[in-house]
């Protein structure tokens, strides 16, 4: 038996709380068609949002841009910061939406990945990824854009401390392989993993880089039999708008 769909109450929660989040996050006024393409909101939805917010004070409007409001003070005893994590979260739950396949953001621990936030999506046939996982670099698309974004002495020096471990039979191990992929990965700026960690899941991601330094990655799990030509043309147009939005700050 399928689980019974969450009531519109929480999606409408759910959309408050990532409105706030991301015009706070971005530090910056926003007129409400930014929002409501960043958070893929319609836009009479979002007008109803924004003018509560505001009415409450957790948002100000001054002529079109809404920008945070007196009200968040109230709930705090200092000005907020948000952690990468909180920063990448609404865009990850948006892109998911979008999508309605799992995505991720993974950070670099060493050699490793690590994801810091993930989507899982609401289909029966779905991938998850458990926060806080480390995974070898190699094996994971988001793992393979962070390859492809270091530089070429930071790379050799990664072949040179690291086995590249096979997890299935499609793994890339040998390393001549893996480094024409990365330079594919350098010229496209999008990365792939086919089945390479896990049987019947086909990666994509982007390399996500704020000042110009590179944070992380952003990335989509989606079930080879869900995968074609259509589905990967629009996951990785969703990918580059989130990436380009996340580094917009």
Do not use: C
């Not at 969450?6 to 007129?31: C, F, Q």
Request: avoid cysteine; hydrophobic fraction near 45%.
């Amino acid at each position: 038996m399928s689980d019974p769909a969450p009531p519109a109450t929480v999606k409408s929660a759910m959309r408050t709380l990532d409105i706030i989040e991301y015009v706070v996050s971005r530090g910056r006024p926003l007129v409400a068609q930014e929002i409501a393409t960043a958070l893929s909101i319609p836009v009479s939805s979002l007008s109803y949002l924004l003018g509560t917010l505001v009415e409450r004070g957790y948002l100000a409007r001054e002529g079109r841009r809404y920008t945070a409001g007196p009200g968040l003070e109230r709930l705090q005893a200092h000005t907020p910061t948000f952690t990468l994590a909180e920063a990448v979260a609404p865009l990850v739950r948006t892109l998911r939406i979008q999508l309605n396949e799992t995505a991720s953001f993974f950070v670099r621990r060493g050699w490793e990945i690590e994801a810091l936030v993930t989507e899982t999506s609401e289909q029966a046939l779905r991938y998850a990824v458990r926060t806080g996982t480390l995974a070898p670099l190699h094996v994971f698309a988001a793992g393979k854009a962070l390859l492809a974004a270091m530089d070429d002495g930071e790379l050799d020096l990664f072949f040179a401390q690291t086995r590249l471990q096979a997890f299935t039979a499609t793994t890339i191990v040998a390393e001549d392989e893996l480094r024409r992929e990365i330079a594919e990965i350098r010229e496209t700026g999008l990365a792939h993993t086919r089945e390479e960690h896990t049987p019947g899941i086909h990666g994509l991601a982007r390399v996500v880089r704020i000042d110009g330094d590179v944070v992380g990655a952003i990335s989509v799990a989606i079930p080879v039999v869900r995968y074609d030509a259509i589905i990967e043309r629009r996951a990785a147009d969703l990918l580059l708008r989130t990436a380009e939005l996340l580094g917009a700050g």
